[in-house]
């Protein structure tokens, strides 16, 4: 052991030895427990990554305590300088509180105390921040969401010097700061702190960890269960759509917990919220198993939090990137910080599961706590394991019977789709039932738009959501996903989408090579029943595995039908003469078409329409069985958009007019590769000669592929009889073809 490090921990033992004898206490820490301390000091120098991420988070804090502390007067939005100023102060106090800890120098404990009289001067008189846009304006930041986010770091740097300080100051602090602060975004905002959303997580965890250090039961029951009378009007709507109350709505952490996840851990939000929401769902279990342990509150759900954590990882493409339906932004990743601390709670609490611990190695950083500590010697002894990211079939809703989300993978990521049959997911969903997002090694071949939002950078709104979220981003048109008369699904309206979802017919991923996931949705449109089927195909004839894509529309009356699907790249081929107009205008004017110029348009070919590009590198093809009065648009993001919020994204769009019973089928084809060094071009042509429907009724749809070698494959889903058991006979081209369950892919005779 070097020097340095010996003269650290007997200086830190000393510390200790002083700091015991003045502050003798029972009390067992919120998230750093006595019994974690003495283990994590005595293994200091031993133990690679925690040793790493406790000197990085050293000279972080040791930077801005010789700064001095800065607690400006509140005036802006996300983004601006006091907004991010207090963001980094919450943090700065979690931090302190820790290397106090761990390292028993009172430089930190006197950095953590300073902060907090210089807030408890402030906060006594401060009024409602100035910013009006919030449904539930705080008073450190523009909304109380972010107030909480403060009071949830705040409260473990309160628990991690609480015994050092005195008990006249923590009087004064829990007199004029903490109880006051957690009145505000509790008892002075109900419409806040009473319902079931990500916000309201994070309130509920404000409140009560503040109440675990206070030692206040009537925080901690606050927090577990909510207000026991809020005033709210059953179907009042907070400033973004979504309603804050509901009939029969419960309140509080446990209802939290209950309501947005499914029994297989998948949160209602989607991906991105999820990942939000786990820091403030997990910190607070965290925090409950060691002051609370009668509460049980990690197996609640039959363990759901921890399931949550597994669903979380799995729900991103090969790069960590969460995959952004509803409102997500691109780009947000298991990088983040609430993903540390979901990884490293799962890792402590769950079983161990070596698979965590390659992702913490991805990670590169640890929590400074039992759960850190635990991680950084797992990996330290070689325990870690390839976190292996597979086909799997999420349930959504609280009973697990509200739709759900299917991921379809081939080769390792090579080829990843994601189907979208959820529920709404609260106030962040999206019109888009039926929708899919395709992925290779990390890159996007079909897009889902996201969310409209930029998030944080002041220029933008202040760094809140844009006007182009509700009248683009949450469209159906702008998602890969069937419109109907061009409006969307549920006419775009939350009290309609919030009451339905759509059904799974099945989903089989048993065979590598053929996998598929089919789905129905009989709401979107009154009088319209629209199912899904895709499957995820490797077959000899082709290079790569490819997507299958059967789209039909049943109507009791004749619509138009526009199937848009947003690719990336530039465009190389296509079988079907355009129009160019001379002037861009917008394909509609409202439902998110008058954010959509029209580049191009053709009549489709009579039997396969055929377009091609390329991308990072690969070729794409993608061919549709089209009609005869078929239209084909070339389509790009933009129109109406004068502050230029929205990204300038291209789409191909398949139109048909007056159709009542419908098939779109395309195959999604990736193919070859092209390197720009060696100017070498593989493969650059689809596979595929022609795509034809064979059949489509009430009782099976079938499909033949004929590839450019000649060989025919032949696709059939059951409309009826989908049970695993169900045996069929159907006969196709003269033969005869039997087969048990719900599909079947044949190499025709």
Known sequence: MKPNIIIALLLIAFNWLVLSACNASDRKGLILTKEGITKIQANLGKTPLFDKTLQQLKLEVDAEIAKGIDTPVPRDFSGGYTHQRHKANFFLLQKAGVLFQILADEKYANYVRD????????????????????????????????????????????????????????????????????????????????????????????????????????????????????????????????????????????????????????????????????????????????????????????????????????????????????????????????????????????????????????????????????????????????????????????????????????????????????????????????????????????????LARFVNIEQKGGGNYLPENKTWAKQTIAHNTLVQNRTSHFAGKYEIGSQHHSQLRFYDASNENVQVISAEELNAYPGTKMQRTMAMIKDEDFEKAFVLDLFKADAQNSHQYDLPFYYFGQILKSNVDYQIPSSLQPLGDKNGYQHLYLEAQAKANNSNTKFSWLDKGSFYTLTMATEKDDKVLLARIGANDPQFNLRKDPAIIFSRANAKQTLFASVIEPHGSYTPVSESAHNSNSNIAELTVLQDDDNYTAVAIKTVKGNTRYFVVANKQIEKAAKHQLQLKGQTYHWTGPFQYINAK
């Open 115 to 450: 902060m907090f009289f210089q807030y408890e001067a402030m906060y006594k008189d401060l009024p409602l921040h100035p910013q009006t846009r919030s449904y539930a304006r705080g008073k450190l930041f523009w909304q109380s969401l972010n107030d909480s986010n403060w009071l949830v770091y705040a409260a473990q740097a309160y628990d991690a010097i609480y015994d050092w300080l005195p008990a006249s100051d923590r009087k004064v602090l829990e007199d004029n700061l903490f109880r006051p602060f957690a009145d505000h975004i509790s008892i002075d905002s109900p419409q806040f702190f009473n319902r079931v959303h990500n916000h309201s997580t994070w309130g509920a965890a404000a409140v009560g960890m503040i109440g675990l250090v206070m030692q206040d039961e009537e925080l901690i029951q606050r927090a577990l269960y909510g207000l026991e009378e809020d005033g709210l009007e059953i179907g009042a709507k907070d400033d973004d759509g979504g309603f804050l109350k509901v009939e029969g709505q419960g309140a509080g952490f446990f209802a939290n917990l209950n309501e947005p996840f499914s029994p297989d851990g998948y949160y209602t939000e989607g991906p991105y919220y999820q990942r939000y929401a786990m820091y403030p769902f997990l910190v607070f279990a965290q925090a409950l198993n060691n002051a609370r342990p009668d509460l049980d509150v990690l197996n609640y759900k039959n363990g759901v939090l921890l399931k949550a954590v597994d669903v979380l990882l799995n729900l991103s493409d090969a790069d960590g990137d969460f995959f952004p339906i509803n409102d997500g932004q691109k780009g947000m990743s298991y990088y983040n910080d609430a993903v540390v601390t979901a990884v490293n709670i799962a890792y402590f609490y769950g079983n161990k599961d070596p698979r965590l611990l390659s992702i913490a190695q991805q990670q590169g950083r640890v929590l400074l706590d039992d759960t850190g500590y635990a991680v950084a010697a797992g990996i330290r002894d070689g325990l870690a394991k390839k976190f292996t990211k597979g086909s799997e079939n999420y349930s959504d809703g609280s009973e697990g019977d509200e739709g759900g989300l299917g991921l379809l993978r081939h080769g390792d990521e090579a080829l990843t789709l994601l189907f979208k049959y959820t529920a709404q997911g609260l106030s962040h969903g999206h019109y888009d039932k039926l929708s899919f997002s395709l992925y290779g090694q990390g890159e996007e071949i079909m897009q889902d738009y996201g």
